[in-house]
Each structure stands twice: as structure tokens, then as C-alpha cells.
T-cell receptor, first 113, second 114 residues
Framework: NAGVTQTPKFQVLKTGQSMTLQCAQDMNHNSMYWYRQDPGMGLRLIYY???????DKGEVPNGYNVSRLNKREFSLRLESAAPSQTSVYFC????????????FGDGTRLSIL | AQSVTQLDSQVPVFEEAPVELRCNYS??????LFWYVQYPNQGLQLLLK??????LVESINGFEAEFNKSQTSFHLRKPSVHISDTAEYFCAAVSGAGSYQLTFGKGTKLSVIP
């Protein structure tokens, strides 16, 4: 079972560049999430999608956009990367229309120079 | 807004010794509580959760946590740790049913010493 798959695993960008982080889950889950993890900060919610076709802002949405392409896929886009967006990004999913992400991907380590 | 405090950033403990990882939350109104574990270079895994009912909840690998409303705490315990328990543990909370805004603590790194 693949679970939640994130691509790429590592990426280095220059300030101002754009990129899209991909996430796919094969568990037929309704809810999907994007978090960022910074040292000593725990995880902070960027965006979430309660179901296909819906997205909502989390705690730290500025500088990001998301697309729930279909039930399986939920992408995160940085339109103009900034050094403050250097972080580890995690995608997660949940089978219930609830609040606790149950399955996480292994993360994308993003550095912005 | 809910806030979560994990009182210890690092906890070293010898193998087979007991351990307690402490977690306090800010509001006890309709609060739901969770512990997650993160092994190196991996995503988080849901360890256990308290939604309602019995205040003592258990995981499949020997951890347990007790919801204490009067002390606004949800401490994680294990009577005898193994090397494989070395990981970072995150406490999380959400206020109210249907809210997607899960608030995480800053994490506690558990190091089990052989």
C-alpha cells in the first residue's frame, strides 16, 4: 500500500521561482491537508480540502495556493518562493470528514535561497 | 483559539524504564486530543486520540494517555520503553466537532538509551 505519496522529496529553489508540490493518496479519503514543519514549531496547517472540489485556508496560507484536482490528488503551489518558505512540507489525508489527519506522506524538504 | 504546550523538548530515558511525555492544552471546552509520533525522515503517524468516553486511551504499541480535564492535561506514558520508541512525539488538540484547525505542540524528542 502506497498510502500518501509526495513528490518531490527534496527541492532547492531560488527566491522568486515557482513550483508545485504534488500529493496523491490511494485510500479513497475525502479530506486532505498541507502542513509545514519548522524546527521547534510543530506543524502548522497551510490549506485543507474537506472533499473533492472544496479547499479552505488554514493557519498560514499566505504565499501558497492549492488545487484539489480530484479525490486522489491535492497540490500545493508556491507562486513566488521566499526564503521564509524554507521548510518541510507534509501532505496528509483522513477518511472521515473530520479534523484529524490520519496518514501522512514522508515530506518534501524545500530550501529557498 | 486552542494552544498546546509540550513541557519538555527532549526526554532521554534508559531502555526498559518508564517514560511520561507531558502535554497541556489551553481550553477544555469540547476539546479533542491526539498524540502523533514521527520517526526520522518520515511523516507523522497517529498514535492515539481522545474524543469522548473513557479518559484513558491506549495505543497498540503500549503507550497510553489520560485526559485530565481539571488539569487540562493529556500526558503520554509507557511503562517500559524500547529502543524502537526513539522518535519525536507531538501532542495536538482541536476545539469543537467539525473543526479542521488541529493545533500541534512543538514536539518532544524521546531518546531511548541502551
Amino acid at each position: 500500500n502506497a498510502g500518501v505519496t509526495q513528490t518531490p522529496k527534496f527541492q532547492v529553489l531560488k527566491t522568486g521561482q515557482s513550483m508545485t508540490l504534488q500529493c496523491a493518496q490511494d485510500m479513497n479519503h475525502n479530506s486532505m491537508y498541507w502542513y509545514r514543519q519548522d524546527p521547534g514549531m510543530g506543524l502548522r496547517l497551510i490549506y485543507y480540502s474537506a472533499s473533492e472540489g472544496t479547499t479552505d485556508k488554514g493557519e498560514v496560507p499566505n504565499g501558497y495556493n492549492v488545487s484539489r484536482l480530484n479525490k486522489r490528488e491535492f497540490s500545493l503551489r508556491l507562486e513566488s518562493a521566499a526564503p521564509s518558505q524554507t521548510s518541510v512540507y507534509f501532505c496528509a489525508s483522513s477518511g472521515d470528514r473530520g479534523f484529524q489527519p490520519q496518514h501522512f506522506g514522508d515530506g518534501t524538504r524545500l530550501s529557498i535561497l | 483559539a486552542q494552544s498546546v504546550t509540550q513541557l519538555d523538548s527532549q526526554v532521554p530515558v534508559f531502555e526498559e524504564a518508564p517514560v511520561e511525555l507531558r502535554c497541556n492544552y489551553s481550553s477544555s471546552v469540547s476539546v479533542y486530543l491526539f498524540w502523533y509520533v514521527q520517526y526520522p525522515n518520515q511523516g507523522l503517524q497517529l498514535l492515539l486520540k481522545y474524543l469522548s468516553g473513557s479518559t484513558l486511551v491506549e495505543s497498540i504499541n503500549g503507550f497510553e494517555a489520560e485526559f485530565n480535564k481539571s488539569q487540562t492535561s493529556f500526558h503520554l506514558r509507557k511503562p517500559s520503553v524500547h529502543i524502537s520508541d526513539t522518535a519525536e512525539y507531538f501532542c495536538a488538540a482541536v476545539s469543537g466537532a467539525g473543526s479542521y484547525q488541529l493545533t500541534f505542540g512543538k514536539g518532544t524528542k524521546l531518546s531511548v538509551i541502551p
